[in-house]
């Protein structure tokens, strides 16, 4: 059997890095010929990329695909057009795509055209929102794989009510959690504390279309950070789509005028994680922070009105708080006066997720 593994954004890489080991290791001296890594080239910045490569141990990807940056449209059909014959050239049985971003989506469309069976890992997770994109790359991608891992049984029940096959969904845990619990040693070591103690700080995250391409929704979440860091210094590292939308509103200023707020450049995984397991709040948007916090146990305020993790609501640490600028501040003042929940990891997050998808793929005649 043949696998082609891929990624393509920087939510990807800590999903296939522990794919590509248990898929070394399970092999036994076999050849490891016949398992690919296909960078699409999706995020490519060195922050955004080859840094969570060298921190993650990922090696070089065999076929880089240099899609870049562009519209939805463009950037996924750019992927599919690159995709395809990298298909044709290697002839897979099996492309595995992870998460939800256009790469997942693309290489999962063209894959199954090509008649190549498809596995889709973090599979049935829905936020019910056809304003995300990533909600469309969910559904499109889950209805045509042939393989579905999910990380937590809410996952299944979507996907069994939507049609798909008993047979074909597996719950397995969650391959991000594998990363984490590997790497967590490491990571606290190599956060950029810049002077603060563990507990001292908290972390701001902010990146999502619906939340940075406008104004006034921008500046009222920036409103609310400055209130909070009266009380709590705010690190926040900066996806480039939130850099360039504060400069275009205006709004750099407001965040570098503020002694408490540190404006950082996008942080690569070890030093990111090491600054979340050490933070005493967590503020983002986005879809990843709200599971590593809830395994963490660090309280995360989640500037979204819907999630399509609501396992981390329910047992674990995170909690809704939309964008509206007052429930974010009564939310974080609510954790400052030492409101904590106390949550609980999901069943199966256990650091050996990774290990369950190769296991069955492997055994897939
Ligand atoms: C993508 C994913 C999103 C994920 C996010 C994490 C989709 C639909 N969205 O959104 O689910 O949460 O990644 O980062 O796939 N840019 C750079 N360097 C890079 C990559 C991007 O400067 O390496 C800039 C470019 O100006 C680009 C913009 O960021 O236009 C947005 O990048 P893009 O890949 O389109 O989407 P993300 O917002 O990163």
Redesign the pocket.
């Known amino acids: 059997m043949k696998y082609l593994l891929v990624a393509?954004?920087?939510?990807n890489f800590m999903k296939i890095a522990p794919i590509h080991r248990a898929f070394l290791t399970r092999q036994n001296g076999r050849s490891t010929a016949d398992l690919l890594l296909v960078h699409t080239g999706?995020?490519?910045?060195r922050n955004?990329?080859d840094d969570f490569f060298r921190d993650l141990g990922i090696p070089e990807p065999d076929i880089n695909l240099e899609v870049g940056?562009?519209s939805?449209a463009e950037?996924t059909a750019r992927v599919m057009m690159a995709f395809e014959p990298a298909c044709l050239e290697h002839h897979p049985d099996w492309v595995i795509v992870v998460?939800?971003?256009?790469?997942?989506v693309a290489c999962a469309i063209t894959a199954k055209k090509l008649g190549i069976r498809v596995a889709h890992v973090e599979a049935g997770l829905r936020s019910r929102d056809m304003s995300m994109?990533?909600e469309i790359?969910r559904l499109c991608t889950d209805a045509i794989s042939d393989l579905l891992f999910t990380t937590d049984t809410t996952a299944d029940e979507n996907l069994r009510n939507e049609g798909v096959a008993a047979e074909k969904i597996h719950f397995v845990g969650n391959t991000m959690i594998d990363t984490l619990l590997r790497h967590i040693n490491r990571a606290r070591e190599s956060a950029p504390l810049n002077g603060h103690r563990q507990g001292s700080f908290g972390v701001l995250t902010l990146?999502?279309?619906g939340n940075v391409d406008s104004r006034p929704v921008l500046a009222g979440i920036l409103g609310a950070v400055g209130r909070l860091a009266e009380r709590l210094p705010i690190l926040f590292p900066a996806?480039?789509?939130t850099v360039?939308n504060l400069e275009a509103f205006g709004l750099l200023d407001f965040v570098l005028s503020n002694p408490n707020l540190h404006l950082m450049e996008p942080l690569s995984y070890l030093p990111f994680i090491g600054l979340v397991a050490q933070a005493r709040l967590v503020v983002t948007d986005?879809?990843g922070v709200q599971e590593e916090t809830t395994v963490l146990g660090v309280p995360c305020l989640t500037m979204r009105p819907n999630t399509e993790r609501p396992i981390t609501c329910q047992i674990g640490t995170n909690v809704l708080v939309g964008t509206n600028p007052d429930k974010i501040c009564e939310a974080a003042f609510r954790v400052l006066d030492g409101h904590l929940r106390k949550g609980c990891v999901p069943e199966k997050w256990d650091g050996h997720a990774a290990e369950r998808i190769v296991d069955i793929l492997l055994n897939q005649v």
């Open positions: 393509g954004a920087r939510p999706q995020h490519y910045s955004m990329s940056s562009g939805h950037q998460g939800d971003v256009n790469s997942t994109p990533e790359n990146h999502r279309p996806h480039p789509r360039k986005s879809g």
